[in-house]
């Protein structure tokens, strides 16, 4: 197979139309059989549901060319049941984990040409979503619905290293307690824009958002989970109904306790004590980990040991062994790397 004539390394992330997506459609209660397309165009009803009431959910994760040449995707029977849970709490139909599982290989191997080689620090990111199809005027759930998977090349998401970030405690909430934060709904990024915009216009590069409830406690930025190492190098990640349960976090969590012999710990994460902590790093499928340098609290500043040049140690360790397993250098933990060819 001969690959696109890109420049892997500086694509960036933005979106890069490939040849073939995968289209099914939901109508009288059943989804139909789907397809690959080659039209990355979608033509619906003025209002249609999710254009109406925002009945949208979606997911995220990458193809990898490994090592040895294959191309794999890391856990995306994880991605199957969030969506799966996305698509509950929005009443919306479910499409089988199995047949999600599918369609994703089959997208990735129609756009075969577009998976970055091995070393190019590039990948091929994949897109599922699902929207509520037909039209909606009285509040209700649609009752027609497509789910489709684009797939875009994406450059090194550290372009000449990472750089740590620095972070503003935001004054926006992200997610209500008992409801939306802990799937992934379009609507949870639609209500951050806002906040972020405002966050990069006062020269910071991501938001912290607390717990709406007593806005004492962290809970994740815009689209990112945080990682905290203690001075004793214990892994500390928050717990929170209304967390986005990040798979890059969880993956981590365990290559933190069973390839490096870390202790870690899910639990409440108050504001007060993000001083105390060594490293901070926020993670998701676009960077794996990156570094945060520094927290701003209105004003109080916290610098984090590790400072603002530099990944910390723990954080680069947990970094090099999930990008290592996701690359085939490492071996991986039963079930983690999915092969499509
Ligand atoms: C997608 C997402 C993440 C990261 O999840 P991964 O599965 O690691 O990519 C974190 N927070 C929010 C709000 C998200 O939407």
Redesign the pocket.
């Given at each position: 197979m001969e690959k696109k004539n890109l420049d892997w390394a500086n694509i960036g992330f933005g979106y890069h139309e490939t040849d073939k997506r995968f289209v099914s459609n939901y109508k009288d209660g059943v989804w139909d059989e789907g397809a690959l397309t080659a039209d990355a165009n979608i033509v619906i009803n003025e209002c249609a549901g999710v254009l109406q009431y925002a009945q949208t959910c979606f997911e995220?994760m990458k193809a990898y060319t490994t090592e040895d040449g294959h191309i794999v995707t890391f856990r995306p029977d994880l991605n199957a049941q969030r969506m799966e849970d996305s698509c509950k709490r929005l009443e919306m139909p479910v499409f089988p984990k199995d047949r999600f599982v599918q369609a994703v290989a089959d997208v990735v191997a129609a756009n075969e040409a577009y998976v970055p080689p091995y070393g190019s620090g590039a990948t091929l990111y994949i897109r599922p979503y699902m929207f509520g199809s037909s039209s909606v005027i009285g509040v209700k759930p649609a009752e027609e619905y497509q789910f489709r998977i684009f797939t875009t090349p994406v450059g090194p998401y550290f372009k000449g290293g990472a750089k740590p970030l620095t972070i503003k405690v935001s004054d926006f909430d992200r997610a209500a307690p008992h409801g939306t934060g802990h799937i992934?709904a379009g609507l949870?990024y639609a209500m951050s824009l806002h906040a972020i915009i405002t966050a990069h216009e006062e020269g910071y590069d991501e938001n912290m958002y607390l717990d709406p409830g007593t806005r004492s406690k962290v809970e994740?930025t815009?689209?990112?989970?945080f990682l905290f190492v203690t001075k004793d190098n214990k892994v500390v990640t928050p717990k929170s109904g209304s967390i986005?349960p990040?798979?890059?976090?969880r993956s981590l969590m365990t290559v933190a306790k069973d390839y490096l012999g870390l202790e870690v710990e899910e639990r409440e994460v108050l504001l007060e004590e993000v001083k105390d902590f060594a490293e901070c790093g926020l993670?998701?499928?676009a960077a794996v980990i990156s570094p945060v340098g520094k927290v701003v609290d209105h004003g109080k500043e916290i610098v984090f040991p590790s400072g603002m040049n530099e990944m910390g140690p723990i954080t680069k360790k947990l970094y090099d062994t999930l990008t290592g397993i996701q690359m085939g250098r490492l071996e991986a933990p039963e079930g983690w790397i999915h092969v499509i060819k």
């Open positions: 995220g992934k949870n994740e815009g689209g990112a989970n986005l990040s798979i890059t976090r993670c998701g499928t």
